[in-house]
């Protein structure tokens, strides 16, 4: 395996396990299980977990670009929110960021303004182009509906 691909099959790998497990539920020696590799291949790559799941995070957030979609009510947004921004698997990253992110400044700083902070861009920019959705009530909607998720989580 090249250098490059072994590096994101590990990340990859240990995706699910953060999902699962939370940041400090996750040890290197089930991301060894999970990849496949040996735990030398995983510090050579990564010197620590932190360093893992900001690969982690870089890669996923780099297949979760926000969309934009023109909805034509308040109820089309919501659903357009359900489907593409508040996912299951993404509402377990924030749930992770929120509640462990001071154990990875980095990876949890990138989370904030790679992903949430561009989604919300996407999303003001859909109220400024539909006269019938105030950005004031975008924002009350996606921090409520944000908070909704977290708390069936």
């Given amino acids: 395996m090249a250098q490059q691909s072994k590096k994101d099959h590990i990340a ?4 699910p396990l953060f999902l699962e497990h939370g940041f400090k539920g996750t040890s290197i020696d089930m991301v060894v299980r999970a990849s496949g590799v040996s735990k030398p291949t995983v510090y050579n790559h990564f010197p620590d977990k932190s360093a893992l799941i900001l690969a982690v995070l870089t890669r996923w957030i780099e297949h979760h670009k926000p969309l934009i979609q ?4 308040m109820a089309e947004l919501e659903s357009f929110m359900r489907s593409h921004w508040l996912t299951d698997e993404a509402v377990r990253i924030y749930a992770i960021v929120i509640g462990e ?6 990876a949890r700083q990138l989370f904030w303004e790679q992903f949430d902070r561009l989604w919300r861009v996407a999303f003001c920019y859909l109220s400024d182009r539909s006269p019938n959705l105030e950005r004031s009530d975008i924002d009350r909607q996606l921090d409520r509906h944000l908070i ?3 708390r069936t989580q």
């Fill in 101 to 106: 992110g001071w154990r990875f400044p980095e």
């Fill in 148 to 150: 909704e998720r977290l």
């Fill in 70 to 73: 023109q909805p034509g009510s």
């Fill in 12 to 15: 990859a790998s240990a995706l």
